[in-house]
């Protein structure tokens, strides 16, 4: 892991991706939670995609997956000016 937390800064910054959340004290509200979360944003879907395909993150990926375990999931965000409601009326994607 040591090799893959060297080498990750350098492989996010040529695509504009930054660290959100990594890791850090949790409070649990409701439900279990407890596993660590650590959230990459990036300028949009497109960009998230093309790091995890780059060639500087696929020399580095089998680092992370030979010492770890975990999901690896890519989402789609709303806009700044997003409300609640706006899944009601078709303003965000659903699952379901």
């Known amino acids: 892991m040591k090799a893959y937390l060297a080498n990750i800064d350098d492989t996010l910054a040529p695509i504009e991706g930054q660290f959100i ?3 850090g004290v949790r409070t649990v509200l409701e439900g279990e ?3 660590d979360l650590i959230v990459i944003a990036f300028p949009d879907l497109a960009h998230a995609r093309g790091w995890y395909e780059s060639p500087a993150y696929q020399r580095i990926v089998a680092f992370r997956t030979g010492n770890s375990s ?3 999931i890519l989402i789609e965000g709303v806009p700044p000016d997003h409300q609640a409601t706006d899944v009601l009326t078709g303003g965000a994607r659903r699952r379901g």
């Open 21 to 23: 959340i990594h890791g």
């Open 70 to 72: 975990g999901d690896v």
């Open 33 to 35: 939670w407890t596993e």
